[in-house]
């Protein structure tokens, strides 16, 4: 089991910054592909941000694309995602998922693991 505790949500006007940490613990060991996905009120879980175990292949969205970096330090079982000039359609919850996979995933339904979600709330 791999547990999965993500951090540093709130809100933040829009143009802000924000930086969400997923930390893991438990069975780590392994190669775990880990991901990023948010969901707004009414809408589907959507992959955001993806990168692999070693962090030399990254996945986004294009929503987020030149405006997010995700990033790992698998010494410290810890995940970031950088989030620059939020938006207002940004407000969502934010899950930090691993899939134990050398592929990047982009569907939920491969990740194992779930954080319990961070709330980021963009204001216009």
């Known amino acids: 089991q791999v547990q999965l505790v993500e951090s540093g949500g709130g809100l933040v006007q829009a143009g802000g910054s924000l930086r969400l940490s997923c930390a893991a613990s438990?069975?780590?060991?392994?190669?775990?592909?880990m991901g990023w996905f948010r969901q707004a009120p009414g809408k589907e879980r959507d992959s955001v941000a993806l990168?692999?175990?070693?962090?030399?292949?990254?996945y986004y969205s294009d929503s987020v694309k030149g405006r997010f970096t995700v990033s790992r330090d698998n010494a410290k079982n810890t995940v970031w995602l950088q989030m620059n000039s939020l938006k207002p359609e940004d407000t969502a919850v934010y899950y930090c998922?691993?899939?134990?996979?050398?592929?990047?995933?982009?569907?939920?339904?491969?990740?194992?693991?779930w954080g319990q979600g961070t709330q980021v709330t963009v204001s216009s």
């Open positions: 990168i692999s175990w070693s962090g030399g292949t990254t």
């Open positions: 438990g069975r780590t060991s392994g190669n775990y592909a």
């Open positions: 998922a691993a899939s134990r996979t050398v592929a990047l995933p982009r569907s939920p339904s491969a990740y194992t693991y």
